[in-house]
């Protein structure tokens, strides 16, 4: 995944974007249908079923703990799948 994308976190509410908050993570929102039906059920996103599974989505790290969320073994995944 090329990081050089625009991003924008998609929980209703929030205005993080990588032009805004350029410094901020964001974290990409998986495509297993299973799981990325909980990330946005858990971001209160009423219209789960009209996303597409295909789409790029992304939560910024304002949304987690990342010291409790995430493992190390994810983190490094993040930065060396590119």
Do not use: G
């Not at 971001?43 to 939560?59: E, G, H, I, K, Q």
Request: charged residues 25%; proline residues 5%; aromatic residues 12%.
């Amino acid at each position: 995944m090329n990081s050089s994308y625009y991003k924008y976190c998609i929980v209703p509410q929030c205005k993080s974007t990588t032009i805004k908050t350029p410094n901020k993570l964001f974290i990409y929102v998986p495509n297993n249908e299973q799981i990325r039906e909980k990330w946005l059920k858990l971001a209160r996103r009423d219209d789960v079923p009209s996303l597409s599974t295909n789409s790029r989505m992304y939560f910024c790290a304002d949304h987690f703990d990342l010291k409790s969320d995430i493992s190390l073994a994810a983190i490094l995944k993040l930065f060396t799948d590119t």
